[in-house]
């Protein structure tokens, strides 16, 4: 975890020094539920920074609690995240990326994942737009039950040229794990700078 944190901080550092750049926060809540009725409640904060070459690099660290009738669960989460935007002169402005993070569990276990996303950012009004992908998420050790695949659509709101904010609904499928099937609602809080 510690290298995931340390090359993440240094390719952000390096980034940040290399010119035109606009750093941001963001902070989100979400609730999900599984396909076994558990419900889950996170919150996150993201650091990052945008490139004028439309590349992102972030860090984001994240708490989630499981609830059920039998016992409550918190893990952690740490991820370094690489996103690159197209700008294809067309109305919309795909993107791909790429994700590395360390997920830390209740009992002290903890597993390195990776995940792949693809998806376009849709502009439908001043400051409106909608963003529409996927990710495939798995573990790097096929003993942890993570893969899953994510769809997700996204409304976004530009307040002004510093401030966005966006409401986030999401599916999650799984053919490992019950608990990976999930339905999610999140709202964030970007900050651009």
């Known amino acids: 975890m510690k290298k995931i944190i340390i090359g993440g901080l240094l390719v952000m550092s390096g980034s940040v020094l290399a010119g035109e750049n606009k750093p941001f ?12 009725a558990s419900e889950y409640i996170g919150a996150n904060v993201t650091v990052g920074v945008k490139t004028a070459n439309k590349v992102e690099y972030s860090v984001k660290a994240g708490i989630s609690s499981k609830s059920t009738s039998k016992d409550d669960t918190i893990s952690n ?8 935007s197209f700008d294809v002169g067309m109305f919309f402005l795909p993107y791909v990326s790429v994700r590395l993070g360390e997920k830390l569990n209740y009992n002290t ?14 502009p439908l009004t001043n400051g ?5 992908g996927t990710r495939y998420r798995n573990a790097f050790d ?3 039950n993570y893969k899953s695949m994510r769809y997700h659509a ?3 709101y530009d307040v002004d040229q510093h401030n966005t904010v966006g409401l986030r609904y999401a599916r ?3 053919d490992v794990s019950d608990y990976e099937e999930r339905k999610s609602w999140r709202v964030h809080y970007q900050r651009n700078y």
Not at 27 to 33: F, G, Q, R, V, Y
């Open 172 to 174: 999650s499928f799984s």
């Open 154 to 156: 996204m409304v976004l």
């Open 128 to 132: 409106l737009s909608l963003d529409i």
């Open 25 to 36: 926060v963001m902070i989100d809540s979400n609730s999900e539920k599984d396909s076994l």
């Open 142 to 144: 096929s003993a942890e």
């Open 77 to 84: 989460n740490v991820e370094f995240k690489l996103k690159k």
């Open 109 to 122: 276990t903890h597993f390195t994942h990776y995940a792949l996303d693809a998806g376009a950012k849709i």
